[in-house]
């Protein structure tokens, strides 16, 4: 009965870290949908600060017609050596 016992045992002991190893990676899993919940709110929240600043970019070239810009004037010519 004693190697029958101890197979038992290691066999056990198998099965135990093995449920420890699935409720880690169930604990990992929950973790990660939780930040990707975060970060989706978080990229969200930029949109609509982005759509935002569009908006105010938007109004304040209408308000604030920029005159065409003037071409550069040509480079003065080089001195004569």
Partial sequence: MGPLNGQIMERQ???????????NMKDN?????ERIKQLDS???????????????????????????????APPAPLPAA
């Fill in 13 to 23: 002991t198998l099965m135990l870290k093995r449920v420890e190893s699935l409720r």
């Fill in 42 to 72: 978080q990229r969200q929240s930029l949109k609509k600060q982005g759509e935002q600043l569009d908006l105010l970019r938007t109004n304040l070239a209408l308000n604030n017609p920029q005159p065409p810009a003037k071409p550069a």
């Fill in 29 to 33: 899993l929950m973790s990660v949908q």
